[in-house]
């Protein structure tokens, strides 16, 4: 098997109703995969899997070729596989450069190089100027970008982003695709992009998959996807426009 995050025939039903079924998907090193799909299509489930957040009812998780089926999430997160959440899960009360040391602690490092690293990534974003100010006070779009700021912490192989352009105007949009893109080619990082916004989506991956009720309907480059019927179909009856590409 390459080198890569994969999930391999998961599978994942909650009372019954099926989640998750056969999915596979790779995310490899250095490229930006992304994610697609309607609400209620499995995204976050299939992120919560490949995290260690949700064990599959079948199939496995390779990383770079080894299963780490049974691994928890916050030893995975030491192997090299960091996320975002949608809803950010800051730490409200500690100001922004708390929320990215207190990361670099349950990794490992001391508080003062900690301290460093936290100094060192909040400037590499753009965003050092957040350093002292209250994480649970910053407008929507700063907290997304602090939440990635935290996720790169150790320079982690595999970046998972859940939603990270929810909420943002264009022009921050476009900002979130420059980061991505250093992410990659700085960090050599194979990143994962789950969004609704399938213009930067289009944008800006290498390879696409879409998920629907549960099941991949459709993968491949971005104008294969683009000019799928099967994707078309998919998004009939929700929001068929989004970043100002119509599927």
Request: net charge negative.
């Amino acid at each position: 098997m390459s080198t890569a995050l994969s999930a391999q025939h998961v599978s994942v039903s909650f009372d019954g109703l099926k989640a998750l079924a056969n999915v596979v998907l790779d995310i490899p090193p250095q490229r930006v995969t992304g994610l697609i799909g309607p609400n209620g299509a499995g995204k976050t489930t299939l992120v919560n899997v490949l995290t260690g957040f949700q064990a599959p009812d079948e199939g496995q998780v390779f990383l770079d070729g080894q299963p780490i089926g049974g691994i928890t999430s916050h030893r995975l997160r030491r192997l090299g596989i960091a996320r975002t959440f949608q809803s950010g899960r800051l730490f409200g009360e500690l100001p922004v450069i708390d929320n990215l040391e207190v990361t670099g602690v349950g990794l490992g490092l001391s508080r003062r190089e900690s301290q460093a690293r936290a100094e060192a990534m909040l400037d590499w974003i753009g965003i050092g100027a957040l350093a002292d100010r209250a994480a649970g006070g910053l407008p929507y779009t700063d907290e997304r970008r602090v939440a990635i700021g935290r996720a790169l912490m150790m320079e982690p192989k595999y970046l998972l982003l859940d939603e990270p352009a929810a909420g943002m105007s264009a022009e921050e949009a476009d900002d979130l695709i420059t980061l991505i893109r250093r992410i990659v080619a700085e960090m050599k990082c194979g990143v994962l992009l789950i969004e609704h916004n399938i213009g930067l989506v289009l944008n800006i991956c290498d390879h696409i998959h879409v998920l629907d009720s549960g099941e991949i309907i459709e993968d491949g480059a971005p104008a294969a996807i683009k000019a799928s019927e099967k994707v078309r179909h998919a998004y009939m009856g929700t929001q068929a426009e989004a970043g100002g590409v119509v599927l």
